[in-house]
């Protein structure tokens, strides 16, 4: 069922949602306000878009242009739906398709900035994965992988250009091994935790291709009060409108 909701706390933005598909997260949040936006942006990607979350709040960041791209149809459609209704569509152009084909047809080293939420777990036929195809594509690497986010960023990316990602604080190697691989310097990172004293549950991390070393280590983000509401540092975010 489609629904209509309030973008969390931007009190002007609004996106389309659907009860039987995957949802934004905080996970989404979180990104677009941990990502460094360089004064000169001129273009911003978004890989794996899902219903536009990421873009719709870095919208009210820059004024450059937006691309999300987002593999699944209807999921896709909720996002255009979305960039419509918020009167975007001048800013923000939402693309359907494959990640690894629509990079073909991107202009290399064009994008300042890339964000992306990926597939989270790795896929094996053992995998527990959920009943929903649309979870599955969206927590699993069955069509995107940690690698081919990477590889495809750096293609994309100019010269010092930033690539912002979140994902599991268990993958940190992975992702820092591959950054490096495809000329992606590891520049930031911040760990984020659902409470004090228990372990943390998202990763966001920041590179710069052909970046040069050095690497910045946040102080840690807590998520959630005591009684299950999000902390002050989380809230912020909520309030930008």
């Known amino acids: 069922m489609k629904v209509k909701n309030y973008l969390l706390g931007y009190k002007n933005l609004y996106i389309y949602q659907d009860s039987e598909m995957f949802h934004f997260s905080l996970d989404s949040i979180l990104l677009p306000n941990f990502v460094t936006l360089p004064k000169k942006t001129k273009k911003i990607l978004d890989i794996g878009t899902g219903n536009a979350p990421i873009p719709l709040i870095l919208s009210t960041k820059v004024d450059c242009p937006i691309i999300g791209v987002e593999i699944q149809p209807e999921i896709a459609k909720l996002a255009q739906e979305s960039v419509l209704y918020n009167h975007l569509e001048k800013q923000i152009t939402i693309l359907e398709g494959d990640i690894n084909v629509v990079a073909q047809s991107l202009e290399p080293d064009?994008?300042?900035?890339?964000?992306?939420?990926?597939?989270?777990?790795?896929?094996?036929?053992?995998?527990?994965?959920?009943?929903?195809?649309?979870?599955?594509?969206?927590?699993?690497?069955?069509?995107?992988?940690?690698?081919?986010?990477?590889q495809i960023s750096s293609k994309l990316l100019a010269y010092n250009g930033v690539l912002g990602i979140v994902h599991r604080p268990e993958r940190l190697i992975d992702i820092l091994e591959t950054m490096r691989k495809y000329h992606i310097e590891p520049k930031k990172i911040e760990l984020v935790y659902p409470h004090p004293n228990e372990e943390a549950n998202i990763l966001l991390i920041e590179g710069r291709k052909m970046g040069k070393p050095g690497i910045k280590i946040l102080p840690p983000l807590y998520s959630h009060q005591q009684n299950g509401e999000y902390t002050d540092e989380i809230q912020k975010y909520f309030e930008n409108n």
């Open 110 to 150: 064009s994008f300042d900035v890339i964000t992306c939420n990926p597939p989270y777990f790795k896929y094996q036929k053992s995998s527990n994965i959920n009943e929903s195809e649309y979870k599955t594509i969206a927590r699993h690497e069955v069509t995107l992988n940690l690698e081919q986010c990477i």
